[in-house]
């Protein structure tokens, strides 16, 4: 059952994580539409459990005395009063919209968008670029290999493919060494192909893999691949290149 602790340590996991590794990130602006009563309710609780609460982007719903909380990638709904906190979906049945999916995405797109590109492995599209996927990825996952495999394709249909590293068993684990190696390479994209068939040249430097790990889970990211289109929506697991292509197609 969910509780206050496991909220606390969401909170705690975002704002110690998300905004402390990537500085540039700006403070968002609570929506006017808000009253300063409800404004000030949401954040005195919110300074209870997190950092920086003001940073928090509070709007309203179509419900009486529900608002929601962004939270950099996070979306939770709380009380005008601030008391009590809902983690879950709304959505509008008459119009068919999960408006939770869609405030998520939009969340998640914002907060990506602060992510330095500089701490990515990119493999850029071939000709025009039309789209882009971000990847959160384990060198030791199969369903990554496969994904990879499919990265030219993905190029020659003009998707840029971004990769973030998430070594599941952990900053330290043999995982983690390996992606240390590939992004302390001095070709990090052929030295993630090369890692993708097993080949790894050992490696060190000051690098940011243990960030984006930290990074992953502000993004509630459970499993790899992880993949997270440009229109913000996350896609938990793989997914054939020609869908995802579909995908990103029905998008414009």
Same mark, same amino acid.
């Given at each position: 059952?969910l509780?206050?602790?496991? /909220? =606390? ?6 704002? %110690?994580?998300?905004?402390s590794?990537?500085?540039? !990130?700006?403070?968002?602006? /609570?929506d ?6 409800v404004?000030?309710?949401? %954040? ?10 003001q940073?928090?982007? +509070?709007?309203?719903?179509? !419900? ?7 939270l #950099?990638?996070?979306? @939770? ?7 009590? !906190? ?21 969340a @998640?797109?914002?907060? %990506?968008?602060k /992510? ?9 599209a071939?000709? *025009?670029a039309?789209?882009f996927?971000? /990847? ?5 996952c &199969? ?15 003009? +998707?840029?493919? =971004?990769? %973030?590293?998430? &070594?599941?068993?952990?900053? #330290?684990? =043999?995982?983690?060494?390996? $992606?240390?190696? @590939?992004?302390?390479?001095?070709? =990090?994209?052929? $030295? ?21 790990? *930290? ?5 509630? @990211? ?17 997914? &054939?290149?020609?869908?995802l292509?579909? !995908?990103l197609?029905?998008?414009?």
């Open positions: 059952m509780n206050f602790l496991t /909220v =606390r340590r969401l909170s705690v996991i975002f704002f %110690l994580s998300f905004y590794l990537f500085s540039s !990130l700006a403070s968002a602006q /609570v006017n539409q808000v009253s300063s009563e404004k000030q309710a949401i %954040l005195t609780q919110l300074s209870k459990v997190i950092q920086n609460p940073q928090a982007e +509070i709007s309203p719903t179509p !419900l009486k005395d529900l608002y929601q909380v962004t #950099g990638p996070m979306v @939770v709904y709380m009380s005008g009063d601030g008391q009590y !906190l809902v983690m879950g979906k709304i959505l509008d049945l008459k119009n068919g919209i999960n408006l939770t999916e869609q405030a998520k995405a939009k @998640v797109k914002a907060a %990506l968008a /992510v330095p590109e500089s701490s990515m492995i990119i493999y850029p071939k000709g *025009e039309k789209h996927i971000t /990847v959160f990825t384990d060198i030791d &199969p369903y990554c290999h496969r994904l990879h495999k499919e990265v030219p394709k993905l190029n020659a249909a003009g +998707i840029t493919v =971004r990769y %973030l590293s998430y &070594p599941r068993a952990g900053i #330290g684990s =043999r995982s983690y060494d390996k $992606a240390v190696s @590939v992004w302390c390479a001095k070709d =990090r994209a052929e $030295a993630m192909n090369n890692a993708m068939k097993g080949k790894i040249q050992p490696e060190t430097c000051d690098n940011t893999v243990a960030n984006q790990f *930290e990074l992953a889970q502000a993004f509630q @990211v459970n499993g790899t691949p992880t993949i997270i289109l440009d229109s913000g929506k996350v896609i938990p697991g793989y997914i &054939p290149a020609q869908k292509i579909q !995908l197609k029905q998008q414009q």
